[in-house]
């Protein structure tokens, strides 16, 4: 099936939830998670929906109601997951579509699928193209000579990347921790209350771990008792959102658990040295760089009607 990055990009990202295109935009914006690989503008993106849903890849689910604008949620059919699973399975056909594979490998990612079939297979691709232009013979013209040349570096790097790349994938300790985190939703006209570390750009609800034996409730009054120095009103469940990440060879299960805080009216200010806070515009969520991302992007999926969400990870 032919079709464009920007419709496989959105057909992914629909498979992976019903969701609608100002999300989708969000994701491949310049700051997006996705926009930072390929990215594609708003216009293209709505389009991408259009012709999705004429080849009946996607169809129309509900239309998401609030104060903002209508926005139609888009489910996934079963034709479009299958050519989805094709297409993120299939290896890209040049060096120069590199930046293809880089965002397979990104979706993959995810919904938590292994990327080493994959990888292996863009190596079976590119390795007879390498070897083709080295006994390839030399030519005349000394531009074609430099033109080989770069084709002949570039080809190779690629491989070295696939190769470094499969190796860490292949290494990857099978060691999985489970993780219970409480986050509060914190809003006050229009803003929504955010934490930071000092040392780092992006943002996370407040919370934290819940200890063993421990009443989510209860986590959640204490650490923001801890963060804020305030007593805390848990005023109601909002969702659940599943994410993974690896780190030292570790597979994190994280199992975030939301909910609807108040506060009382004063300026939130932090009692920890590693950590600040600040109150975000609601409008601003979809631009800012907001972790863990499937939270954000419950967030802005269900925008101000406060309807629950369950977000899950395929880790």
């Avoid at 079709?3 to 992976?16: C, D, S």
């Avoid at 139609?72 to 290896?91: E, K, N």
Wanted: aromatic fraction near 6%; proline fraction near 5%; glycine fraction near 8%.
């Amino acid at each position: 099936m032919r079709l464009g990055l920007p419709e496989w990009t959105a057909l992914a990202v629909i498979a992976e939830r019903p969701t609608h295109g100002f999300a989708i935009a969000a994701l491949t914006g310049r700051r997006g998670e996705l926009g930072r690989i390929w990215h594609i503008p708003r216009p293209v993106v709505y389009r991408a929906l259009g012709r999705l849903t004429d080849l009946d890849l996607i169809t129309p689910q509900s239309v998401q109601t609030g104060r903002g604008p209508q926005r139609t949620l888009y489910a996934v059919t079963a034709t479009g997951r299958d050519a989805l699973t094709g297409w993120l399975s299939s290896p890209v056909g040049h060096v120069r579509d590199i930046s293809h594979l880089l965002l397979k490998l990104a979706l993959l990612h995810r919904c938590g699928t292994d990327p080493t079939a994959l990888l292996r297979r863009q190596r079976a691709t590119l390795q007879p193209i390498l070897e083709a232009l080295r006994v390839e013979p030399a030519a005349a013209d000394g531009f074609d000579t430099v033109l080989r040349a770069w084709r002949s570096a570039h080809t190779a790097a690629a491989l070295d990347f696939l190769d470094d790349v499969t190796r860490e994938e292949e290494h990857l300790s099978a060691a999985t921790t489970t993780e219970i985190i409480v986050r509060a939703v914190i809003r006050r006209d229009g803003q929504l209350l955010l934490a930071r570390l000092r040392n780092k750009s992006w943002s996370f609800l407040p919370g934290g771990h819940v200890e063993p034996g421990e009443r989510l409730e209860v986590a959640l009054v204490r650490e923001i008792a801890e963060e804020l120095g305030t007593e805390v009103k848990v005023a109601g469940f909002v969702g659940v959102v599943e994410h993974g990440y690896v780190e030292d060879k570790v597979t994190h299960h994280e199992l975030n658990l939301v909910f609807e805080v108040a506060i009382p009216d004063i300026e939130p200010v932090s009692q920890e040295d590693h950590q600040e806070f600040h109150w975000l515009p609601l409008e601003a969520l979809a631009d800012t760089d907001v972790r863990p991302g499937a939270l954000k992007e419950a967030l802005l999926a269900t925008g101000d009607d406060r309807s629950q969400f369950w977000y899950a990870w395929n880790g």
